[in-house]
T-cell receptor
Framework: AQSVAQPEDQVNVAEGNPLTVKCTYS??????LFWYVQYPNRGLQFLLK??????LVKGSYGFEAEFNKSQTSFHLKKPSALVSDSALYFC??????????????FGGGTRVLVKP | NAGVMQNPRHLVRRRGQEARLRCSPM?????VYWYRQLPEEGLKFMVY????????ESGMPKERFSAEFPKEGPSILRIQQVVRGDSAAYFC?????????????FGPGTRLTVL
């Protein structure tokens, strides 16, 4: 069975400082990995995904994520955080074995608070 | 290009009533997924549908819940005889096809409150 862990419930960072949101995963086959952001009372917005190729993936709004197969991690990063980045961030994995189907398995979410 | 549409955005039902949640996928998308988000939790997969077919319903509760995606019209998630534990945000996502590489794009959700 596939699973995702986001070990931090909340991350606090000062505006202008680097932001990192951690994610580790477990799958039986090869993973496809995704990051989404959720603003209050809104749906999830897609940020980026790792399918194959370069381990460093660049996405929307200046975010990037690094796939590390040996550590089974896919941490989200932004070099310089903005107050407007304050939101709930979800990591998700899709196991591409046939038995796993096409569903996404989500982590519990990490709330990011960027202080001015 | 309109995104995934869901309605209603908020739905209040009394225990024992029925709830119907609608989802219109993005233009050109023929695959729909439903997820449920309980307060302060991540999203949990419920069901995956293609037009007129249920592909994977492994996350659906065995009773009271059903889903459909007819040839014409939106996908419907139906909850019969709602209970307080059904109170949650229900999100629909769509993708162009069923490829593993496809991104799922999410709608704004329907927040169901059961009194």
């Amino acid at each position: 069975a596939q699973s995702v862990a986001q070990p931090e419930d909340q991350v606090n960072v000062a505006e202008g400082n680097p932001l990192t949101v951690k994610c580790t995963y477990s799958v039986s086959g090869n993973p496809y990995l995704f990051w989404y952001v959720q603003y209050p009372n809104r749906g999830l917005q897609f940020l980026l995904k790792y399918i194959t190729g370069d381990n460093l993936v660049k996405g929307s709004y200046g975010f990037e994520a690094e796939f590390n197969k040996s550590q089974t991690s896919f941490h989200l990063k932004k070099p310089s955080a903005l107050v407007s980045d304050s939101a709930l961030y979800f990591c998700a994995v899709r196991d591409i074995t046939k038995a796993a189907g096409n569903k996404l398995t989500f982590g519990g979410g990490t709330r990011v608070l960027v202080k001015p | 290009n309109a995104g995934v549409m869901q309605n209603p955005r908020h739905l209040v039902r009394r225990r024992g009533q029925e709830a119907r949640l609608r989802c219109s996928p993005m233009k050109g998308h023929s695959h729909v997924y439903w997820y449920r988000q309980l307060p302060e939790e991540g999203l949990k997969f419920m069901v995956y549908l293609q037009k007129e077919n249920i592909i994977d319903e492994s996350g659906m509760p065995k009773e009271r819940f059903s889903a459909e995606f007819p040839k014409e019209g939106p996908s419907i998630l139906r909850i019969q005889q709602v209970v307080r534990g059904d109170s949650a945000a229900y999100f629909c996502a769509s993708s162009p096809a069923g490829a593993y590489t496809d991104t799922q794009y999410f709608g704004p959700g329907t927040r169901l409150t059961v009194l």
